[in-house]
C-alpha cells in the first residue's frame, strides 16, 4: 500500500535550518508529483512546496520562496525539503503528499521554531 514517513523534524532557533525527508513506498515514486504542507497548531493547512516528477519544476507560496527548497531523488524514493532561515511562524506539523494535488499524505513531522 501507499505510505510516505516523515523525518527530520525537531526544533530549531529563529535563523536556523532542518532539513526534512519522505520516504515512499508501495507506488512508482518517479512517475508522481510530490508536496509538502504543515499545519500550525489552531489553524488550517498551508501548502508548502511542489515538485514535478523529473524535478523539472518547482512551486513556493510567497510565505517561504528563497528560504525553503524541494527536492528528491527518485533513486531513492526520498522527497526532501531544506529549510532555512525559520521563523517562528513556520512551526507546525509538515507532511509530504503524492502529487500536486494530494491524495495521500504521510502522519507528518513536527517542527518547532523558538528561541
Known amino acids: 500500500q501507499v505510505q510516505l514517513v516523515e523525518s527530520g523534524g525537531g526544533l530549531a532557533q529563529p535563523g536556523g535550518s532542518l532539513r526534512l525527508s519522505c520516504a515512499v513506498s508501495?507506488?512508482?515514486?518517479?512517475?508522481?508529483?510530490m508536496s509538502w504542507a504543515r499545519q500550525a497548531p489552531g489553524k488550517g493547512i498551508e501548502w508548502v512546496s511542489s515538485?514535478?516528477?523529473?524535478?523539472?519544476?518547482?512551486y513556493y507560496p510567497d510565505s517561504v520562496k528563497g528560504r525553503f527548497t524541494i527536492s528528491r531523488d527518485n533513486a531513492k524514493n526520498t522527497l526532501y525539503l531544506q529549510m532555512n532561515s525559520l521563523k517562528p511562524e513556520d512551526t507546525g506539523l509538515y507532511s509530504c503528499?503524492?502529487?500536486?494535488?494530494?491524495?495521500?499524505w504521510g502522519q507528518g513531522t513536527q517542527v518547532t521554531v523558538t528561541t
Open positions: 515538485i514535478k516528477s523529473d524535478s523539472s519544476a518547482t
Open positions: 503528499g503524492r502529487g500536486l494535488i494530494a491524495d495521500y
Open positions: 508501495g507506488f512508482t515514486f518517479g512517475s508522481y508529483a
